[in-house]
């Protein structure tokens, strides 16, 4: 008997719910609109500021740089305008693709091997040694090489 009246308890207060979802979502589906509000012709009296305008005394030396002032004499012919010629940069050093793949040491060995693909080839090399002639391998970690190329040195994690 219990259990029976708290299953009709429960299903009023489920449909009571329910009457109180469709009351809101039919009302706001065909309920009045809110009145529009119709605009108004009046002008409010808000206060107009007229532009003011002025000019600057820049009579001070330029904070970024000296200027410099060249006085033309009248009869005499200007200076030609100085051509600016673009900066030679150093050549951008091209890295051939460089994965490291971990380290293989042995427990009586003090000199770890590194498992490298240098280009698409699988090398294993120790510190010091030279792959094609240009690369070479300087420093072997746990989780990163330090590689030499053409006189850049640069630091390979593991993947």
Known sequence: MKNKTLTYILLIAVAAIWYQVFFRVSGSLFGEDEPIIPATNQVSNIPTVERD????????????????????VVGEQAPPPRQNTPRQRPPQIVWPPIQYFGMVKKTESKAPLAILKVDGIQLMLRRGEEMFNEIILKEIGRDSIQVLYKKEKKTFWRD
Not at 53 to 72: C, H, M, S, W
């Open 53 to 72: 305008t002025f000019d600057l005394q820049a009579n001070y030396r330029d904070p970024f740089g000296e200027t410099k002032k060249v006085a033309i």
